[in-house]
């Protein structure tokens, strides 16, 4: 049975042919099909528009009130993460088509935004700019220095990467930094970038790139005061509102008033278990473009 269905609905072949190649009459073909429809080997869905990825794109937007929403099938990507890939892939098809020369991306590292440089197509030519601290990672990872780098040279234009951390020791630490000049002249040229693509993290360990690097105690203390959302290190409540019980003075990067001050703040991100936090951000004025994967789409129409 299983051999037929995947002939006929995978293949295409005709009754005729299958019959003829597994010594089977058509009506017993016949018969098969049916049978593999009614034990559920087979399942037949027609997707109308209402239920499309354009669809569901639209009602995500007016239930959350977000200028755009791109949602990718997560079935497109590629193992071993295929939604992290297909989003990927949707946010550098949207950034390709969306910057324009002359124009600057800024760019905050994150699991998708790593795996972007390499599905660029093209872009125009464009300087890049990082938003915050580096990150970086064992490996053959690609931290956020590494990112910006590929995509200036996509882009054939300039990179403009930070060296120090994303997260300092202390906040003294972390100002001071913010102080030096060739950081204080990067984050000056991030705060006048048009396009800014980030990730919109959770506050756990698999959610979130800066909670392991910070102590337990204030791990403890920031998910007490309601932590729900991370976006370039800055951490929000469910309101979308600041949170700052010491995180906050210790991250070098833009402010998220500087951020919202961008004219299209990108956000990226797969997995109905960033429901929340997608939705933290968007009441914080803090996305005005988003780019998720299916089930994410459907579960931003939950309760």
Not at 129 to 155: H, K, M, Y
């Amino acid at each position: 049975m299983l051999d037929v269905a995947s002939a006929y609905y995978l293949h295409d072949r005709s009754k005729v042919d299958i019959a003829k190649e597994t010594g089977l009459s058509r009506w017993q073909v016949a018969r098969l099909l049916t049978e593999a429809r009614e034990t559920g080997i087979v399942t037949i869905r027609v997707q109308d528009r209402d239920t499309s990825a354009d669809g569901l794109a639209k009602r995500v937007e007016e239930a959350l009130g977000v200028r755009e929403v791109i949602v990718v099938d997560r079935g497109r990507g590629a193992p071993p993460y295929p939604s992290l890939d297909a989003v990927a892939q949707g946010l550098a098809d949207y950034v390709s088509d969306t910057v324009r020369a002359g124009e600057m991306l800024g760019i905050v590292w994150s699991r998708i935004v790593e795996m972007m440089p390499g599905k660029l197509r093209q872009m125009a030519p464009c300087d890049v700019v990082q938003l915050a601290g580096a990150l970086t990672f064992p490996g053959d990872r690609v931290g956020s220095v590494e990112v910006v780098r590929q995509v200036a040279r996509i882009a054939e234009g300039t990179a403009h990467p930070i060296y120090a951390p994303l997260v300092a020791p202390s906040g003294d630490i972390a100002s001071a930094l913010m102080r030096a000049p060739e950081i204080a002249g990067v984050m000056s040229r991030g705060a006048q970038v048009d396009h800014a693509v980030v990730g919109i993290g959770t506050w756990t360990s698999e959610g979130s790139s800066i909670l392991p690097l910070l102590p337990e105690e204030l791990v403890a203390r920031t998910a007490d005061a309601g932590a729900t959302a991370v976006i370039s290190g800055r951490v929000i409540d469910n309101e979308g509102h600041a949170i700052d019980v010491g995180v906050d003075e210790r991250i070098v990067g833009l402010t998220l008033d500087q951020l919202r001050a961008i004219g299209t703040v990108i956000g990226a991100c797969a997995g109905a278990h960033r429901a929340d936090a997608v939705r933290a951000a968007v009441r914080g004025g803090l996305i005005d473009v988003l780019i998720v994967d299916d089930p994410l789409a459907e579960a931003l129409l939950g309760p």
